[in-house]
C-alpha cells in the first residue's frame, strides 16, 4: 500500500485533466486507509500492552509530515492571486481575456515546478517502508 501511496503522490503533476486528478487522489486516499489500519494494528499486535506510545510516536511522525510537506512545496508554488486588482475598473470582457492567457502560461509553468516537491515526497514515502 506505500508503494500506491508513493506512486500516486508523484504522478499527480502529470494528471492532464479533472478525472486523471480524481482518479490518482482515489488511489492514495485507498493506499492511505489501508496502510493506517494495518499499521495500527501491527503495532498493536507486535507491542501489546506497551502500544500506546509506538502509535503516539506513530501519529507522531504523521504530524510531523503534515507540517514539513507544505514547507517542502512552497518554493515551488509560482503565480499571484488576482484578488487585488479593482474589478470595477477592468471590463468582464478584458479581465476574462487577461485570465485566459495568464492561466495558459501560469498552468504549464506550475505543473512542471510541481513535479520536483511531488516527486520528492513519493520517494520519502517509499524509503519509509
Avoid at 508513493?6 to 478525472?19: D, E, F, K, N, R
Avoid at 486516499?29 to 501491527?42: D, E, H, L
Avoid at 512545496?73 to 474589478?87: A, C, D, F, R, W
Amino acid at each position: 500500500m506505500v508503494v500506491i501511496m508513493s506512486i500516486t503522490t508523484a504522478l499527480v503533476p502529470y494528471s492532464q485533466s479533472l478525472w486523471n486528478l480524481y482518479l490518482i487522489i482515489w488511489l492514495y486516499g485507498f493506499g492511505c486507509g489501508a496502510w493506517n489500519s494495518a499499521i495500527n494494528v501491527w503495532l498493536i499486535e507486535i507491542w501489546l500492552q506497551k502500544s500506546a506510545p509506538i502509535l503516539l510516536l506513530s501519529q507522531f511522525m504523521y504530524g510531523i509530515g503534515t507540517i514539513f510537506g507544505p514547507l517542502l512545496e512552497k518554493p515551488y508554488l509560482t503565480g499571484e492571486q488576482i484578488s487585488h486588482l479593482n474589478v470595477t475598473n477592468i471590463s468582464n470582457a478584458t479581465l476574462f481575456s487577461m485570465n485566459n492567457i495568464t492561466n495558459v502560461i501560469e498552468n504549464i509553468d506550475r505543473r512542471s515546478k510541481l513535479k520536483t516537491p511531488f516527486l520528492i515526497s513519493g520517494i520519502i514515502q517509499i524509503i519509509g517502508i
